[in-house]
């Protein structure tokens, strides 16, 4: 394997109108671009017909993490300024790392109130570029944040403030996939979103095992790359849970070589972040911060089904991986040349 990678070899030019700034009517009417890495062959097709391109008896694994509303405006209490915060992770109760626009200058003992009083908030310090913060409320927290805070949407889907109330009823429901249960993300698996329950139910109807697994998608997922250097990255580590019944299933999957298919980048690193072999038939917790790139072999996903993704991330190097970097950057002009949408309410590639 190279010990190293240009940042700047996996740009390209994306215009601005491509970006998906709100997701289709129809969840399952996206485009689906189909990329075979055998012959090369590029197909377009509707993501309806997914179920045709999975051989029966395939296991595909999804990521059933849910979305948490994390995102609070409010205000400074001292001065009445207002002040942005997206919750990322409870250390422990009431503890919170958090994300703050503006962190370097707050000083410890900086309060913070939202959604009039009701969830108020006190930085207690900063670890790297997160804040931690203690807050103070009374109730459930899970309740209050359902009613005050929106949805932590990626900053490339802009909300106008004159179109945000139904706007963002509409991104509670949609920026969520159909089968989300475990809440814990600050993202969605997007890869997901376009699965509607006629297209599970179609999956299972084809002779398709479908199986889940948990990856609280944080902020690893989208850390830009710093460094020119890509192998010198270092994600973010993300919780994952595999349940037992899953680890049965992709144990047999591979004992009896049918194809695994993973749903999304996120569940594409925790299938290639465990090593089954060396496990015994028991649940599996634990955190990772694997970071694939090209050069890298991938060991149990043999399919992939991922949206398009923004040049120099973690997410393309890693379909770049998967792939092959000269394909995909073909899929990519072709995906332009044709108008996909890209990006969070985008439209879906399938690697086969």
Not at 24 to 31: A, V
Not at 85 to 105: P, Q
Not at 297 to 308: A, P, S, Y
Not at 332 to 338: R, T, V
């Amino acid at each position: 394997m190279s010990s190293s990678l240009n940042l700047a070899d996996f740009d390209f030019e994306l215009p601005e109108g491509l970006i998906a700034q709100k997701p289709l009517t129809n969840r399952d009417q996206s485009r689906l671009m189909i990329l075979d890495r055998k012959t090369g062959a590029i197909t377009d097709e509707l993501f309806s017909n997914l179920p045709k391109y999975i051989a029966p008896k395939s296991l595909v694994i999804f990521n059933d993490t849910k979305v948490v509303p994390s995102k609070l405006s409010g205000y400074f209490i001292k001065n009445g300024r207002p002040v942005e915060v997206l919750l990322v992770r409870e250390t422990r109760e009431k503890y919170w790392e958090a994300l703050i626009r503006g962190l370097a200058k707050l000083k410890p003992g900086t309060e913070m109130e939202f959604g009039k009083g009701v969830l108020k908030a006190t930085l207690e310090g900063r670890q790297d570029d997160k804040a931690i913060i203690k807050l103070a409320y009374e109730g459930e927290l899970k309740i209050i944040l359902n009613r005050i805070a929106k949805m932590p949407l990626p900053p490339y889907i802009e909300r106008k403030a004159r179109a945000k109330s139904d706007l963002s009823d509409l991104d509670r429901k949609r920026y969520q996939t159909v089968f989300a249960r475990h809440p814990g993300a600050i993202a969605a698996p997007t890869a997901g979103l376009h699965f509607t329950p006629h297209t599970m139910a179609s999956l299972e109807n084809n002779g398709i095992e479908v199986a889940y697994l948990t990856l609280h998608v944080g902020v690893g997922t989208f850390q830009p790359i710093r460094t020119e250097n890509v192998i010198e990255h270092k994600m973010q580590a993300e919780q994952f849970h595999i349940p037992k019944s899953t680890v049965k299933s992709l144990k047999d999957a591979i004992k009896s070589t049918r194809d695994i298919i993973a749903v999304g980048s996120t569940a594409t690193r925790v299938l290639e972040a465990v090593d089954l072999d060396t496990l015994e038939l028991e649940e599996i917790s634990g955190w990772t911060d694997r970071f694939i790139y090209p050069g890298q072999n991938f060991e149990m996903v043999n399919h992939m089904l991922t949206n398009f993704h923004l040049p120099k991330s973690t997410l393309y190097l890693l379909v770049c991986a998967f792939a092959g970097k000269n394909l995909i950057e073909e899929a990519y002009k072709k995906a332009i040349e044709q108008k996909y949408r890209f990006f969070s309410y985008g439209d879906a590639m399938l690697i086969i």
